[in-house]
């Protein structure tokens, strides 16, 4: 997000009493199995654990920011979301989401 809207929406959020917006990266995981719901469910899964996550938290970001897609196989899901960069950063793909899309 460019510095003049991330102000802008700094400023919006204090003005609801929430001292800094989350600084977050996109990344996607594939998930797979026997059909798309245990693929979806196998995505989350191993988002979640990698991150040190919620497997809820992991849905609703993905829901809200993101996208959970079809695979061209049966049985195979993509998992995309904005992660938070210190969870990034705690397991050092923080770098390598910020070469592939610039700070967050």
Known sequence: ?????????????????VEALESNLPISFIGAGKDL????????????????????DVKNRATILGGIEIGRSPGVARITFRAPTAALERVGLRGFAEEMYGSG
């Open 1 to 17: 997000m460019p510095r003049r809207e991330r102000e802008s929406a700094n400023e919006i959020a204090r003005s609801y009493g």
């Open 37 to 56: 719901n245990v693929a979806i469910d196998n995505g989350l899964q191993r988002a979640a654990d990698l991150l040190q996550m919620s497997v809820p």
